[in-house]
Structures are given as C-alpha cells and as structure tokens.
C-alpha cells in the first residue's frame, strides 16, 4: 500500500498497487504534457530572443558597414580636395610655366600640360573609384540585410513548424492515453465479467494455473533442476497441499517449499482469513518433508499488512509466509537464493572441516609415528646399553682370563726352569739305592762299548 497527501485538503490517503501505478500514470501524463508545453514556450522565447538578437545584431552590423563607408566617402573628399588643392598648384605652376614659356621654354610648357592632363585623369578615375565604392557599399549593406531577413524568415517557418510538431505530438499522446484509458476500462469489465462467471472452484484453479503458468515462463532458465508440480499424494491425516517446489544441487536437494493457494468470490457470503489455513498448510509441510510454507492468497484484500508485500509469519508457524500472488516468482527465488548461499557456505566449511580433519590426522600420524620411533629408539637403546654392559662384563672375563693365562706362564716358565735344573744328582740326593742302580747301569753301558 502506498500512501498519498492531497496538496489542497492535507488528508492523507492510501491506495494498492495498481490505483498507485494508475495514479502515477495520469500525473506523469500531465507533467509530461505540461512540460511539453513549458518546453515549446520556452522554445518559442529562445526563438524570439534569437530573431532580437539577430536583428540587433543586423542593425550594429549595418551601422558599422554605414559609418565605416561614411568614414571611406569622407577619405575620399579629403582626397579630392588634396587633388584640388593640387590641381590649383598645377594651375599656378602652368601660369608659371606659360609665362616661362614666354621668355621660350616651349618644351617644359609641354611638359607641364601632360602633366595637368595626367592631375585631371587621375582626379577623374579618383571621381569614378568613389562613386564605385559607394555604390558597392550599398549593394553590400542591401544584400547583408537581405540575406539577415531570409534568416529570419527561415527562424520564423522553424518556429511555426516546432510549434505544429508539439501540437502534433501533444494530439498523438492525447490519443494514446485515451486508447489506454479505453483499454483498460474493457480489461476491467472482462475481468468482472470473468470473476461473476467463476464458480467457487475455478477461482482456486485459475489461481494455481496463473502461479504454476508463472513458474514454467522461467522454469528452464531460472530453475533448471527443480521440481514444482501439484501435491497428489494425500497424507495420512487425509490432507495434502497444492504445489510442492523442490530444488537440487549435484543430486542433493536444497530447498524444498509447500505452497497453498487461497481465493475467494466476492460475493462470498462467509469470507474466510488467512489464518484460518495456517494449522492445516503447516501440518502439511511437515508430512511432506517440506521446509518452509508458503500461503498465495487473495483474501482479505483489503488487510494492508498483507498487500504491503512478503509476510512472515513464523512467528505462528516455523518457516511460514503469506504473499500475493505478484509475489510468487519473487519468494520462490529468494528462499532458492538463501538456501544456495547457505549450501554453498556449508560446502565451504565441510571443506575446511576435512582440510582440519587432515591436518589432525596428519598430526595424529606424526604423534604415532614419534611414539613408535620413540619406543623403538627406547628399546634399541637399552639393549644397546646391555650389550655395551654384557661386553664390559665380557672384557672383564678376558681381562680375568688374561692375568689367569699370564699367571699360568708365569708358573710354566718357573717350572720349566725347574726342569732345566734337574739333574741326577739332584734326584738322587736322598735315594742312594737308586745312586747305586744307576752307577751300576752306567758302568755295563760303558763297558759293552
């Protein structure tokens, strides 16, 4: 609804959309034809100032051209009195020269007359010279002049013919705005006669065939993977909505919307609200899996909360709203459009989740890995450290078995000095019996060689 304040009376007043758009076609009408007036006046004045100041611009011009030649007529007086001035001195030097003639200088007597006949000739060609100018100057001034009146004329005719084109124009307006008006009017009464023929169904259905008519003008290019047909299946509660709109991106819907469209006669005698089908539309979207709700509805035409446009009413209902049906189109694509947005925000962050999953599991990999390494690294390095233990123990053994096997070469070779100091004598120090067998033995040995 559009509010209007009337200029004499102050009393403001509202009006819907189309008186609104009416209105404005009539005012731009008449500012248009009264600045197409305001425009022809004011090309009128410009054309009048142009013819003043063309004249005045004639008449300085001419008067220049006119006080110039006065100026040029009275160069030349001034100049036909210097050859009459000059022409006297001739006389006076022929008078003088006649009366050197006299005393027989015949020949600068002749001299001196062809030059007065040259002063007169000269003073002749400077008469006719004069009189051309002058007469040239007029001719100038009277074609200049001629020439700034067919200008004038030809302004005068543009004049004339701008003048009969605005009129034209103003006619041919005139004329297109009355056979609007005329069209209009029989729009009207076709729409009247239309509605009185209606019964209560066929308003509903001509309501669902204009938005369905709507939506597949700009079905391929505006909702090219969207579902939008009639809601056919009947729920368990016996109920089912009017149209279902479903849209997907790559396979996966995004949006889905039930809508309900809501009409009525006129001459209706009981006249329903819009939110008389609020319960009924939202058990609706939530039996179809639907997530908003969206009421198309031509009742309470005269309630300005909903002629003011999109009304969200979630308030009552989740993810509800009531339009008029010039706002079908308009509300399909903003909740499309939001949804989209939203997808794509959420494949975003599914992206940064997974990059942030990697990053973890990349982290958790390295942790294991350390730890394993670590492990590893402990183990390794124990038994390193006890088989550097086992082999000090080791050493020490050898080192043991060394001064073993060096205190038994000690004893060997003490022994083996033992044994290179053994003799019989010493063997027999004490056992002379045996003295005396071995002295016995020697003796046979000794006496067989």
């Known amino acids: 609804m559009h509010e209007i304040k009337c200029p004499k009376c102050g009393e403001i007043f509202q009006v819907d959309e189309s008186g609104y758009a009416e209105l404005l076609g009539q005012v731009r009408n008449e500012a248009f034809e009264e600045e197409l007036h305001r425009r022809a006046k004011d090309l009128e004045a410009r054309n009048e100032d142009k013819l003043k100041l063309a004249k005045s611009e004639q008449e300085k011009a001419f008067a220049q051209t006119i006080s110039g030649k006065d100026k040029q007529i009275s160069d030349k007086e001034l100049e036909i009195q210097?050859?009459?001035?000059?022409?006297?001195?001739?006389?006076?030097?022929?008078?003088?020269a006649v009366t050197e003639a006299l005393h027989g200088k015949d020949e600068e007597l002749a001299g001196k007359e062809a030059e007065i006949q040259k002063l007169k000739s000269q003073l002749v060609m400077n008469d006719s010279e004069k009189k051309l100018a002058v007469t040239e100057a007029i001719h100038g001034k009277d074609k200049e002049l001629a020439d700034k009146e067919a200008e004038i004329i030809k302004l005068k005719s543009q004049l004339v013919n701008q003048k009969n084109e605005s009129e034209l124009k103003e006619k041919s307006i005139e004329e297109a705005y009355k056979n609007q008006l005329k069209f209009k009017d029989e729009q009207i009464e076709q729409y009247k006669?239309?509605?009185?023929?209606?019964?209560?169904?066929?308003?509903?259905?001509?309501?669902?065939?204009h938005c369905q008519n709507q939506f597949n003008a700009i079905r391929m290019s505006a909702f090219p993977n969207a579902y939008f047909d009639k809601d056919n299946e009947v729920s368990a509660s016996g109920s089912k909505g009017d149209f279902i709109f479903r849209d997907f991106d790559d396979g996966i819907e995004f949006i889905s919307i039930m809508f309900e469209m809501k009409n009525e006669m006129e001459t209706t005698a009981t006249?329903?609200?819009?939110?008389d089908f609020f319960k009924e539309l939202d058990k609706d979207r939530r039996e179809k899996g639907c997530e908003y709700a969206v009421l198309v509805s031509l009742l309470e035409s005269d309630n300005e909360l909903y002629n003011n446009g999109i009304v969200d009413v979630s308030y009552k209902y989740p993810k509800m709203y009531v339009i008029r049906p010039q706002f079908f189109i308009p509300m399909i694509t903003l909740l499309r459009n939001a949804a989209y947005n939203s997808t794509m925000?959420?494949?975003?962050?599914?992206?940064?989740?997974?990059?942030?999953?990697?990053?973890?599991?990349?982290?958790?990999?390295?942790?294991?890995f350390k730890d394993a390494f670590g492990k590893n690294y402990r183990l390794a390095s124990e038994k390193?450290?006890?088989?550097?233990?086992?082999?000090?123990?080791?050493i020490a053994t050898l080192e043991k078995v060394k001064k073993d096997l060096q205190s038994s070469e000690n004893n060997l070779r003490l022994a083996n000095n033992k044994a290179e100091d053994l003799s019989v004598k010493r063997l027999t120090k004490n056992a002379p019996s045996v003295k005396q067998m071995l002295d016995d033995i020697r003796k046979e040995q000794e006496a067989e060689e």
């Open 193 to 209: 006669e239309f509605k009185a023929r209606q019964s209560t169904k066929m308003v509903g259905e001509s309501l669902e065939q």
């Open 82 to 96: 210097e050859l009459k001035n000059q022409l006297a001195m001739s006389d006076s030097e022929k008078k003088l």
């Open 271 to 275: 006249k329903h609200k819009n939110e």
């Open 384 to 394: 390193f450290q006890k088989a550097i233990e086992e082999i000090d123990k080791t």
């Open 345 to 368: 925000y959420q494949k975003e962050l599914a992206i940064v989740k997974n990059q942030q999953l990697d990053l973890y599991n990349f982290e958790s990999n390295m942790q294991e």
